[in-house]
């Protein structure tokens, strides 16, 4: 049997010591009419037919990674180095659980240690947590901690429309059972001084995100002053691209209270969605009020430098019903990833990342504005996605895309934003060679102009 | 031996990754957008390779000694899920990628519900939520949603035994549902008397009760159909954690028990790792009634393009769903493993891994309950809880013992939990042991014993062992030092 060692005689001599039978009279407890049915499972398979199985179910799927990509929408294919995995692959680390004993935990604590404190540099943060699952439940959780932060007297939430519709939706599955009113996002064309307007004091926080799901850089100068000059202890929230945070200004220089996002670019494959990362980092004068695991710095018994769990009374196991957030396991391995991605690629190269993503998105999207029947969106700048009015629906243009160039398109914006109707978002990353670029726009140029 | 940060070990001008040379026109960079400096490190490949090697050798894992974390199921996690969950047609998947172009994904997920389906005995399964707690909260929306869906808006009381799983309480508050606390009885079950007055009590409020069966002492609640049909004649639903899920594989299905919602630890009981804290993953299964209430979206069979030879797969979202809980579709890569898992076992093979996961247990208690108090001295579950100190060495504590067991090779138990127990010593060895594993173990904890009583302080200065000496978590909580500073 697979993974289970015993021998007969092991079995035998572990009966006689516990006093039982056989195996069957352990379970008497168990109702009889419930105790062991027949599970409708198909047979079981050897490793090698396992193996066969599962290499026939990925086959028939196309990896993104075998040709031209162009699919951001929140989750992005950026280039992962070959340490990363090294490391994941490592039995010390992904065997490892929740380092509840810090003397035998220690690679796993001062990574995420070390992680905290990348977070906050990128992010221009004081605190970070040891992860959310993904960046939407970032988000709902920032969302949790700005009503905990206003002692549960606020209930309102101001959240901007191209805030990334999952993560808009997520807040609102979070928070159905907390009596909220959650306003902005019901009017699609709100810009950041109409979402200003609808702070008062009844205001919990303001949730942005920059590059925001248009792939457009917000302008938060003066954001927070003029949410804070409103609502007094409203807080913002900012949900951040960590790849975009190599070039571009944190969040944290403006004034943000809380900044959140998915790490999922910095060392984590696509995944068909998961596991992701979900960042989240705050002021220090919230420490007390945030949801997640947090790492601090101590000392052993002999002086030397240590790290621990720490300020696990906010926690479940042991606040309980009072604890800030019922999280407990949450993304260690993807923790890992980044704190190696980051380190990898350090000061330098995450500049240079995001400075790649920059220029090719920019080249994409003038040679895609000069097509005929295309236009590009330019009221704002954007970072390395942008958004592409199309002659046709944008589902033709991708079936195009794919059926004729093996080319993965861009995401049909109509989904979410029944206004912008033909209108696809382009997503260019260091990922996309010139010739993946000029093959795009010479695709684009030559879709059809209506079924034929 | 401590290990320098690599904050500490970084020089101006290294770095360890090489990336293309720009291959297209420049543009302006946005003006006042841009930021002046990051102070990430800079370090050469083989530095940042020796450091993380250097820390990983600080971790205790699975793959490197005996891991009885009480309510963790640290069992082996196989190579070949790590081998499939890393292939390109699934590693490289785009979430939004044309549904035609993942039905192999889509396929695999759907035989996934249906397996957990089968092994739960429930109508249906959402593989979206991230973790245990994750699927909690979703479980209990659920709950709240179906009442709500009834007209029964009063129903927000939600009763949690005393040896519930601190993330039950936290979660049933995050869902805006109010925490009534059952007291256990003297065998370790939920004491009935005290059910059926709060279920008289509360009967027009009731939500629902959670329950962890096989319980956090390890036990198999003997009154179960008796809890879940007074439960339900108050008009609550019973929502089971299946953190314990690992004693039931093939042995007892909670929906044929009278659970209407149950979550499954994909990292605990289907052999996924849990890779230093996650990622976990814990789908939720249901009953009928409570199917369209499920998170969106699934993933289901289209009728309309399906045909005799080839079904096809599609995401779908239920009619009344309490809505998404997380981004796109849950933890893909998990699921693989739990799939791959799940495939090389069978049902015999399920069967087996809780049989031998009770018999591990039961063997280890049996080795040690002379001399380690075990409140409720009945046939354990997967698991045992034991008193990790003794009435004539009252200075030792289930801590002291717990880092002394470093000293001797293997990770702790879990320690101080249950609550209801004193100086708990939760131990859960998990299936994949050999009886070569669990004989050292006991062994161990019977020396440890007579340290307690010859040499106390042994056991208060340990570990010796261990990469480091004993932390002062108190410091860490006044200090609080939460990031490097140069």
């Known amino acids: 049997m697979p993974y289970i060692p015993h021998s007969d005689g092991d079995r035998s001599a572990m009966l006689a010591a516990i006093g039982a039978r056989s195996i069957e ?8 009419r419930a105790r062991f049915p027949e599970l409708d499972l198909p047979p079981a398979l050897s490793e090698m037919e396992a193996r066969w199985e599962l290499e026939a179910l990925a086959d028939a799927n196309l990896s993104a990674a075998g040709g031209p990509c162009f699919l951001g929408a929140g989750a992005y294919h950026h280039f992962v180095p070959a340490v990363v995995d090294s490391f994941l692959r490592r039995g010390e680390f992904f065997t490892a659980y929740t380092p509840y004993q810090p003397e035998v935990s220690q690679g796993t604590l001062q990574a995420i240690f070390e992680y905290q404190t990348m977070i906050c540099t990128l992010t221009g943060m004081e605190v970070s947590n040891a992860s959310h699952y993904d960046g939407a439940t970032a988000t709902a959780e ?114 943000a209270d809380v900044v959140v996002g998915d790490g999922q670019g910095m060392g984590g494959g696509l995944n068909y969605g998961g596991p992701y990362l979900g960042f989240f980092a705050t002021r220090m004068k919230h420490v007390r009020k945030m949801a997640g695991r947090l790492v601090g710095q101590t000392v052993d018994a002999e002086g030397e430098r240590g790290f621990v769990l720490t300020l696990s009374t906010r926690e479940q196991h042991i606040r309980r019903e009072r604890a800030t957030s019922n999280i407990c396991t949450n993304q260690g391995l993807m923790v890992l990833a980044a704190t190696i991605y980051m380190s990898a690629l350090g000061r330098c190269g995450m500049r240079q990342v995001a400075e790649l993503c920059y220029h090719k998105a920019h080249y994409a999207a003038d040679r895609i ?10 009221d704002k700048p954007f970072f390395k996605e942008f958004v592409v009015r199309c002659p046709r629906p944008v589902d033709e243009v991708n079936d195009y895309l794919l059926d004729e160039w093996g080319i993965i398109g861009g995401y049909d914006l109509a989904r979410d934003y029944p206004h912008l109707e033909n209108h696809m978002l382009l997503c260019v990353t260091e990922m996309n060679p010139r010739e993946e670029i000029d093959a795009l726009v010479e695709a684009l140029d030559a879709v059809p102009s209506e079924e034929e | ?182 007291p256990s009885d003297e065998r370790g079950n939920v004491d009935l008397e005290a059910l059926k007055a709060a279920c008289q009590e509360h009967s027009d409020n009731l939500a629902g009760m959670m329950l962890t069966n096989p319980n956090t002492l390890g036990l198999f609640d003997e009154h179960v159909e008796e809890i879940t049909r007074l439960v339900h004649e108050h008009g609550g639903l019973m929502y089971g954690d299946g953190a314990n899920m690992n004693a039931l594989l093939g042995v007892a299905r909670p929906g044929d028990l009278g659970f209407d919602v149950l979550h499954y630890n994909l990292h605990k009981t289907f052999s996924t790792p849990h890779g230093g804290g996650g990622p976990g993953s814990g789908p939720v299964g249901v009953s009928e009634q409570l199917v369209e209430f499920l998170p969106a979206p699934l993933v289901a ?62 063997y280890i208690m049996s080795r040690v309950k002379d001399t380690y108090r075990v409140p409720q001295d009945r046939v354990c579950m997967h698991e045992f809880v034991c008193e990790g100190q003794f009435a004539d060495a009252p200075g030792v504590h289930a801590l002291d013992i717990a880092k002394r067991l470093m000293d001797y090779g293997f990770h702790p138990p879990t320690n101080y939990f249950p609550l209801i127990v004193h100086e708990a010593l939760m131990i859960e060895p998990t299936e994949t042991e050999s009886k070569e594993t669990l004989d050292a173990f006991a062994e161990a904890l019977l020396r440890i014993a007579e340290e307690a009583h010859t040499d106390p302080d042994l056991l208060h200065e340990a570990p010796h062992n261990a990469p480091l000496r004993r932390l002062d978590e108190v410091r860490a909580a006044k200090e609080l030092i939460l990031r490097w500073e140069p």
């Open chain 1, 369 to 378: 504005d000069e097509l005929a029947g295309y236009s590009v969106l330019r």
């Open chain 2, 301 to 362: 069979v289209d009728a309309e393009r399906s045909d005799d030879e080839i079904e096809f797969y599609t995401l779908v979202t239920p009619a009344k769903t309490i809505g998404r809980i997380k981004s796109f579709y849950g933890h893909f890569g998990v699921m693989v493993r739990a799939y791959t898992y799940i495939r090389m076992l069978g049902a015999g093979g399920l069967r087996k891994a809780a049989e031998h996961a009770v018999l591990n247990a039961n």
């Open chain 2, 1 to 182: 031996m401590a290990e320098p940060l690599i904050f500490e070990i970084s020089r101006p001008g290294r770095c360890a990754a090489t990336l293309p040379a720009l291959d297209v026109p420049t543009t302006d960079l946005p003006a006042g957008l841009v930021r002046e400096d990051l102070l990430l490190p800079e370090v050469g490949e083989l530095d940042l390779v020796r450091h993380f090697t250097h820390l990983s050798q600080m971790n205790h894992g699975i793959d490197t000694g005996f891991y009885p974390l009480g309510s963790c199921t640290m069992k082996y996690n196989p190579r070949i899920n790590e081998e499939m969950a890393r292939l390109p047609g699934f590693a490289h998947l785009h979430p939004y990628q044309d549904e035609e172009t993942v039905q192999g994904a889509l396929c695999l997920m759907v035989y996934l519900q249906e397996f957990l389906k089968e092994i739960g005995g429930f109508a249906g399964v959402s593989l979206q939520p991230a973790a245990g707690a994750h699927g909690e909260f979703t479980g209990v929306l659920i709950m709240r949603a179906y009442h709500l869906d009834r007209g029964d808006v009063q129903r927000n009381v939600i009763l949690v035994p005393d040896s519930a799983h601190g993330t039950n309480p936290a979660t049933t508050t995050m869902s805006g549902l109010r925490v009534i606390e059952i």
């Open chain 1, 25 to 32: 009279d352990l379970f008497t407890d168990v109702p009889e």
């Open chain 1, 142 to 255: 920032a969302v949790v901690t700005a009503i905990n932060v206003n002692r549960l007297k606020r209930r309102k939430v101001v959240i901007s429309p191209f805030v990334h519709p999952e993560y808009r939706a997520v807040v609102r599955t979070y928070t159905q059972g907390m009596g909220l009113t959650i306003v902005g996002d019901d009017d699609p064309h709100a810009g950041l001084p109409d979402l200003v307007d609808m702070v008062d004091e009844s205001t919990a926080c303001v949730i942005v995100q920059t590059p925001n799901f248009l792939g457009q850089i917000e302008d938060l100068q003066g954001l927070a002053d003029a949410i804070h000059e409103r609502g007094k202890r409203a807080l913002l929230i900012v949900a951040a691209d960590p790849i975009s945070l190599g070039l571009l200004k944190p969040p944290g220089a403006f004034g």
